[in-house]
């Protein structure tokens, strides 16, 4: 499949938006750029903090009944949501993923962006979401689910990038075939000798765990040391060069 596949947001899920979007704010230095109004629909409210070019959500129910609430009680409140990808073509990729036996969830079309949502029992362990925004193909250009203005809110003091995301299952290898044939990347290795999706602009690991969740995020950051220590003041749990929040692991590298 020709054209391009970069990550463009990772959305987490809490009980409810605070303290969480504001914890993490402080302890990444990060600035939210946005929030928007279009998810009250499903039952949710949101936020958005830009890292780098990549978007980080927190997504929370309001109401009961919704997709969020459900995921957040499956999974006792552990693993990331969603994983949000910009391309060439959202609807073939969904065929794409359709003619797999996986099933779209939903389709958004807020002009110009239009996105795609597979469902995530078929996915296993997150959504997964293609979109587009037409006349934008530029990383830093137009994205209207994180404002008119999400780029003025990049701040890289702190933190410096998103660059990993763990992804945990009892078949590691098996998931990273079905996400990497899902999104169209063939199937590595890392450095650690794990199955592995690497993206232009951020890589997924596939490691052993107890079930099929996306578990962790590796940030590089300006000083470990101040970040682990921002994160105990808040009251987190740390260990490593890593903290847990919004039900998954933080870790930190230089």
Not at 82 to 87: D, E, G, N, S, T
Not at 211 to 219: H, K, V
Request: some cysteine.
């Amino acid at each position: 499949m020709a054209g391009y596949m970069r990550l463009r947001q990772i959305c987490l899920v809490a009980p409810k938006l605070e303290p969480v979007i504001s914890d993490i704010a402080a302890i990444m230095g990060l600035n939210e750029c946005f929030r928007d109004g279009n998810v009250a629909k499903y039952g949710l409210e949101n936020a958005l903090l830009p890292v780098d070019t990549i978007l980080l959500e927190v997504v929370a129910p309001f109401q009961p009944g919704t997709a969020a609430g459900r995921f957040i009680d499956k999974n006792g409140g552990r693993g990331g949501y969603m994983a949000i990808f910009c391309c060439d073509d959202p609807d073939e990729r969904g065929r794409h993923a359709n003619e797999m036996g996986v099933r779209t969830a939903n389709v958004i079309t807020h002009a110009p962006y239009h996105g795609v949502q597979l469902h995530p029992r078929d996915c296993r362990a997150a959504f997964i979401e293609f979109n587009h925004t037409e006349g934008s193909d530029d990383i830093l250009g137009t994205y209207p689910p994180a404002g008119p203005d999400w780029q003025k809110s990049i701040a890289k003091d702190v933190t410096l990038a998103l660059t990993d995301v763990e992804m945990e299952s009892p078949e590691p290898e098996v998931l990273a075939a079905h996400w990497g044939k899902i999104i169209g990347i063939a199937v590595g290795t890392s450095a650690r000798g794990e199955p592995e999706l690497k993206l232009p602009n951020a890589s997924f690991r596939f490691v052993n765990g107890p079930a099929d969740l996306m578990s962790g995020l590796t940030f590089k950051v300006a000083d470990i040391a101040k970040v682990r220590d921002a994160a105990k003041a808040k009251g987190c749990k740390v260990a490593g060069d890593g903290f847990e929040l919004c039900g998954v692991r933080f870790s930190l590298t230089a």
